[in-house]
């Protein structure tokens, strides 16, 4: 008998898989989800923006003096109480924010997808958001890095001056340290993001940086599963500058492990780590580079991100089939460690 996908299981299961991104506006929270969406496709994947859940428009928040940053400018309350229905699978009216105008459109009926990602400045804010989440990310550009990407992305595409740009940034940095940055302390990983050693310029030209992934020892495992690099692939096929380092660091009392990245490796390298998550966790297809003879370091690290999400999502679905009575044999789950 045919052994059900990890997709189909995750299809068939009423749990709904959350997955939470925090960091400042414009820090590219959404390219490091980006893997997932591309694994579990669009029938699996749902995406909450939680701009949508600001509580005054653009207008209001000028006159009032107050930034997006401050929780106060947000309805919290009402994400956590949506978050708590959308866990069960129940359609919520999802508020909805225009960026073009800056003002709202009406609600709308949101339904959860089996994995539903949560992206804004507030994601794990509250305890009753944390609680609600099964997996924590926090992505952290360095402070230039993050401004030249605002202000690109604010002048290009919503139609601000970049004197503007710049004069949001000096009145939200205060916000951005007394109430976004602290949420770092609760994230599974975090993502920092610097211009490469190679060449700050390599960043606009070839999206190339150097990024360091912070992750806490994974508190729920399973056996058996790892991800490892192609040492021989690296040495020998890759044409460009590329280093990988890793250090351990005490953040917030916790040790983490701090795996850094920088400059471009054969794409042929990463196909053999998409190969080896496909045949340890039954996902298949896994191929987020198609057509690239490189990728670079924000690509090793979505892709490693994604290994590990998926890793969470498999020890939920096992620990819930080996409930007491579930009748799964105690050898199947032995695999898991809690």
Request: aromatic share 10%.
């Amino acid at each position: 008998m045919r052994t059900r996908s990890l997709k189909e299981t995750i299809a068939a299961t009423p749990y709904i898989f959350t997955i939470g991104v925090a960091g400042d506006s414009g820090s590219g929270k959404t390219t490091f989800t980006q893997g997932v969406r591309s694994i579990f496709g669009s029938d699996l994947v749902s995406t909450i923006t939680l701009d949508d859940y600001h509580r005054y428009d653009r207008e209001q928040r000028k006159n009032l003096g107050i930034t997006a940053l401050d929780p106060a400018a947000n309805r919290l309350d009402q994400l956590e109480t949506d978050l708590s229905i959308l866990k069960q699978g129940i359609p919520v009216e999802k508020p909805a924010y225009n960026h073009d105008t800056g003002k709202f459109d009406p609600p709308v009926t949101f339904t959860p997808k089996k994995i539903l990602i949560l992206e804004g400045l507030h994601t794990f804010f509250t305890p009753v958001l944390r609680d609600n989440l099964d997996f924590l990310l926090f992505v952290d550009p360095v402070p230039e890095v993050k401004y030249d990407w605002k202000v690109k992305r604010d002048v290009d595409k919503r139609g601000y001056s970049a004197a503007d740009v710049y004069r949001h940034i000096v009145e939200r940095k205060p916000d951005y340290e007394r109430h976004i940055a602290p949420q770092k302390e609760y994230a599974d990983a975090v993502v920092s993001i610097d211009y490469s050693e190679y060449g700050r310029n390599l960043g606009e030209e070839r999206n190339v940086y150097r990024l360091t992934l912070s992750q806490n020892r994974m508190k729920h495992s399973i056996k058996d599963i790892d991800l490892s690099l192609d040492l021989y692939s690296i040495l020998s096929l890759s044409e460009r500058n590329f280093s990988l380092k890793f250090a351990t660091a005490c953040q917030y009392g916790q040790r983490m492990g701090e795996l850094i990245v920088d400059g471009e490796l054969s794409a042929h390298v990463v196909k053999k780590l998409e190969r080896s998550i496909e045949h340890q966790t039954k996902v298949r297809p896994i191929s987020m580079f198609k057509d690239r003879e490189y990728i670079t370091a924000v690509d090793l690290v979505q892709l490693i991100i994604s290994w590990r999400i998926i890793h969470r999502r498999i020890f939920l679905e096992i620990r819930r089939e080996c409930h007491p009575d579930s009748g799964v044999p105690h050898i199947y789950c032995m695999m898991v460690s809690d």
